[in-house]
């Protein structure tokens, strides 16, 4: 059974730090691109960031730029995403996503963060910023 399982998230004081985990289980991560994605009460399902296969590659929302940073262990069939300086504005659900074959989409702000493009998701896991 394909599945990714996001973990890492609970509460954090505005200003402090996370790093959430994203793991599969029931195939391998080394050929797909992998894409995390948040959504907030009564809000769409938004793009964060995403990475190449290889992680050579990566892309982020302009919202998170500079803030948050994304990176993958191939050999450990897991991906973070190291989120620092969180606002209550980064509160959400966050949510890991994988789409094989399709690393030209890392290239593109747009296509990265398009959740159509993704085929398998985790349940994903709750962040609240709050003092």
């Known amino acids: 059974q394909l599945q990714l399982v996001e973990s890492g998230g609970g509460l954090v004081q505005p200003g402090g730090s996370l790093r959430l985990s994203c793991a599969a289980s029931?195939?391998?991560?080394?050929?797909?691109?992998i894409g995390w994605f948040r959504q907030a009460p009564g809000t769409e399902r938004e793009g964060v960031s995403c990475i190449s296969s290889s992680g050579s590659i990566t892309n982020y929302a302009d919202t998170v730029k500079g803030r948050f940073t994304i990176s993958r262990d191939n050999a450990k069939n897991t991906v973070y995403l190291q989120m620092n300086s969180l606002s209550p504005e980064d509160t959400a659900v966050y949510y890991c996503?994988?789409?094989?074959?399709?690393?030209?989409?890392?290239?593109?702000?747009?296509?990265?963060?398009?959740?159509?493009?993704?085929?398998?998701w985790g349940q994903g896991t709750q962040v609240t910023v709050s003092s």
């Open positions: 029931g195939f391998t991560l080394d050929r797909h691109a």
């Open positions: 996503a994988a789409a094989e074959g399709v690393d030209f989409i890392t290239s593109d702000q747009a296509l990265c963060i398009k959740t159509s493009l993704y085929d398998h």
